[in-house]
């Protein structure tokens, strides 16, 4: 479907794949907004998308992405709630709405969203903790560390914890059971740990690696 923004855009065409009922109302409540589209450069083409779109499926339902391409070919993407309201940036967009945000560390790692992924509290409550875990025996090492004395005394206020598996991105390698801890601290700077079944720690990935290619019971990738 398309259709014209204003009179005073008449080269800038809108189009839509919108089937979901909320979806055509998130749609139409964002053509009602007062001057919308009027930024917009003459032969821009937008086109609208929901979560029926693959590469939007972490949409919630309701929610749109729009594609727009300008004169120049430059692509921008922006999106918008069911109130129409709209982010420039993809995290703010998935924080708004509870997503998981990808973290990258100073290794260029991904960390995404597991199959079974689920939000704590570390002990301290400036401090966020979050688990992207694909394989659930991944908890009982959680269990352990969390049970061993002064476990998160000592992390500074306002540092971000992700703990991954190996069916995370980049982290292949580690055996089940073991996990990686990302640390994004306040300065922004990432520091990363690993810990084995009984959750014992590894400053390094060259530590943990070398720990766990003495045991032959255990499946490892070659890194």
């Known amino acids: 479907m398309e259709a014209r923004l204003s009179a005073r855009n008449v080269n800038v065409t ?7 009922p909320r979806s055509l109302a998130t749609w139409e409540k964002l053509k009602a907004r007062p001057g919308h589209g009027r930024p ?4 821009t083409v937008c086109h609208f998308w929901d979560k029926e779109r693959p590469k939007y499926a972490w949409l919630p339902e309701g929610w749109l992405a729009e594609q727009r391409r300008m004169p120049s070919s430059r692509l921008y993407t922006y999106y918008y709630d069911e109130s129409a309201r709209q982010y420039t940036r993809r995290d703010e967009a998935k924080k708004k709405a509870g997503v998981p ?5 100073h290794a260029s790692r991904h960390i995404e969203q597991g199959e ?3 939000n704590g509290r570390a002990m301290n409550d400036d401090i966020n903790t979050h688990y992207f875990f694909w394989n659930k025996n991944s908890w009982a090492t959680v269990y352990k560390l969390k049970a061993r004395p002064g ?3 000592h992390r500074k206020a306002g540092t971000k914890i992700y ?3 190996r069916g995370c991105p980049g982290y292949r390698w580690l055996p089940e059971g073991w996990l990686a801890e990302v640390r994004r601290m306040a300065s922004n700077r990432f520091y990363t740990y690993y810990y084995d079944r009984s959750a014992r720690l590894y400053n390094t990935r060259n530590k943990a690696y070398e720990k766990a290619s003495e045991d032959p019971t255990l499946e490892l990738l070659v890194i």
């Open 40 to 43: 917009i450069k003459a032969g």
């Open 151 to 153: 476990h998160g005394k």
């Open 163 to 165: 703990f991954v598996d």
């Open 101 to 105: 945000v990808a973290v990258k560390n």
């Open 116 to 118: 079974s992924s689920q």
């Open 14 to 20: 809108i189009s839509h794949s919108l089937t979901n």
